[in-house]
């Protein structure tokens, strides 16, 4: 009896879960036909912010001309849900004062001319290195361009060259094969040796011959970038075994050079070939080596028999009216001082 009441309740429990069953499968099927417009937008709405976030906004250039492709950008910008984000051009009123100044400041840089520094150099000097270091670290100071020719006698010895490669001052550096015995022979030949350089390479500057023994006051170099044709400057001769100055070069009035300081009280007699300036105390365009339509030189092309340096020396006189005093005030102002060197000519 009591085994026939357990199953009849089992019965019951099993037909209440069935009945459940279904009635919750029928209220899952029929609710998936009803619409659901809310969320719909709301999934549309995400979707659509997705979008436009991932996808770059549209820009519209301003003061934009008018072409083909600047309808077809707007066209595109018209079928866009977002509005165009305008792009502001930079005016001169709002840019710092630090850029204005910098863009005055470079239109306003003329270019330097290039200075061509001329020094022979002989084995006979002991001292040689210890000058050629000093002339460097000069040089060294100069705003560029500078160009640095260097000339010596060949030899086994490295010593010039590897002082020059250290310096930090472009160079050339010149040899020659002849022999000599005077030493101002040799001088003269070495000036000419780079003369003849500067000629063949048509190197366009300013010339100065500076030898080892000079001190120079740094603004020389700016003065002689100025030069159209020749200058000339004073120059103080130094001593070591006499207390005393001798200041050598031209007489200016204002920028005119209308004499000459002479070492000689007596000055120069006739029979006196040597130039009243000194090689140092002078410099040129040196133009006048390699156009001759311009200076009126016989020739352009010059062989090894010339000589150059003679025949600057003789321009640098003859020219009068083209000879500029350096500094324009009158010459006044020494900016080169030379130490008396026993191995040294003129």
Same mark, same amino acid.
């Given at each position: 009896?009591?085994?026939?009441?357990?199953?009849?309740?089992?019965?019951?429990?099993?037909?209440?879960?069935?009945?459940?069953f279904?009635l919750?499968?029928?209220?899952?099927?029929?609710?998936?036909?009803?619409?659901?417009?809310?969320?719909?937008?709301?999934?549309?709405?995400?979707?659509?912010?997705?979008?436009?976030?991932?996808?770059?906004?549209?820009?519209?250039?301003?003061?934009?001309?008018?072409?083909?492709?600047?309808?077809?950008?707007?066209?595109?910008?018209?079928?866009?849900?977002?509005?165009?984000?305008?792009?502001?051009?930079?005016?001169?009123?709002?840019?710092?004062?630090?850029?204005?100044?910098?863009e005055?400041?470079?239109?306003?840089?003329?270019? %330097?001319?290039? @200075? $061509?520094?001329?020094? #022979?150099?002989?084995?006979?000097?002991?001292?040689? +290195?210890?000058? *050629? =270091? !000093?002339?460097?670290?000069?040089?060294?100071?100069?705003?560029?361009?500078?160009?640095?020719?260097?000339?010596?006698?060949?030899?086994?010895?490295?010593?010039?060259?590897?002082?020059?490669?250290?310096?930090?001052?472009?160079?050339?550096?010149?040899?020659?094969?002849?022999?000599?015995?005077?030493?101002?022979?040799?001088?003269?030949?070495?000036?000419?040796?780079?003369?003849?350089?500067?000629?063949?390479?048509?190197?366009?500057?300013?010339?100065?011959?500076a030898?080892?023994?000079?001190?120079?006051?740094?603004?020389?170099?700016?003065?002689?970038r100025?030069?159209?044709?020749?200058?000339?400057?004073p120059?103080?001769?130094?001593?070591?075994n %006499?207390?005393? @100055? $001798?200041?050598?070069? #031209?007489?200016?009035?204002?920028?005119?050079?209308? +004499?000459?300081? *002479? =070492? !000689?009280?007596?000055?120069?007699?006739?029979?006196?070939?040597?130039?009243?300036?000194?090689?140092?105390?002078?410099?040129?365009?040196?133009?006048?080596?390699?156009?001759?339509?311009?200076?009126?030189?016989?020739?352009?092309?010059?062989?090894?028999?010339?000589?150059?340096?003679?025949?600057?020396?003789?321009?640098?006189?003859?020219?009068?009216?083209?000879?500029?005093?350096?500094?324009?005030?009158g010459?006044?102002?020494?900016?080169?001082?030379?130490?008396?060197?026993?191995?040294e000519?003129?």
């Open positions: 009896m009591a085994s026939l009441e357990r199953s009849k309740k089992r019965a019951q429990l099993w037909q209440k879960a069935i009945v459940h279904l919750c499968f029928l209220m899952g099927f029929f609710t998936g036909f009803t619409p659901t417009r809310k969320s719909s937008n709301f999934s549309h709405h995400v979707l659509a912010s997705s979008q436009s976030e991932l996808s770059p906004k549209p820009l519209e250039v301003l003061h934009q001309p008018k072409t083909q492709s600047g309808n077809f950008n707007r066209s595109l910008l018209n079928e866009g849900h977002e509005a165009p984000v305008a792009v502001p051009t930079r005016s001169k009123d709002s840019e710092p004062a630090k850029f204005l100044k910098k005055k400041r470079e239109s306003q840089l003329i270019p %330097r001319r290039l @200075v $061509i520094i001329v020094t #022979p150099t002989s084995a006979k000097d002991h001292l040689r +290195g210890v000058l *050629l =270091r !000093r002339l460097a670290n000069t040089l060294k100071l100069v705003p560029p361009p500078l160009l640095w020719v260097v000339v010596e006698a060949q030899s086994d010895s490295s010593e010039v060259s590897e002082i020059l490669r250290r310096t930090g001052v472009m160079y050339r550096h010149l040899v020659f094969k002849e022999n000599f015995t005077d030493l101002k022979v040799e001088m003269d030949h070495q000036k000419n040796v780079a003369l003849n350089h500067i000629e063949h390479h048509r190197l366009s500057g300013i010339v100065h011959f030898g080892l023994s000079n001190v120079y006051d740094l603004s020389l170099f700016n003065e002689i100025s030069i159209e044709a020749f200058g000339t400057w120059m103080a001769l130094l001593s070591a %006499r207390k005393r @100055v $001798i200041v050598e070069g #031209p007489v200016c009035d204002s920028s005119d050079v209308i +004499g000459w300081h *002479l =070492r !000689r009280r007596n000055n120069l007699k006739d029979t006196d070939t040597r130039s009243p300036v000194h090689i140092s105390s002078f410099a040129f365009n040196s133009s006048i080596l390699w156009d001759p339509e311009r200076w009126g030189r016989p020739s352009s092309v010059q062989d090894t028999s010339q000589n150059s340096i003679k025949y600057v020396k003789k321009e640098v006189l003859e020219e009068e009216t083209k000879l500029k005093g350096i500094p324009a005030k010459c006044s102002k020494v900016m080169l001082w030379r130490l008396r060197s026993p191995i000519t003129s």
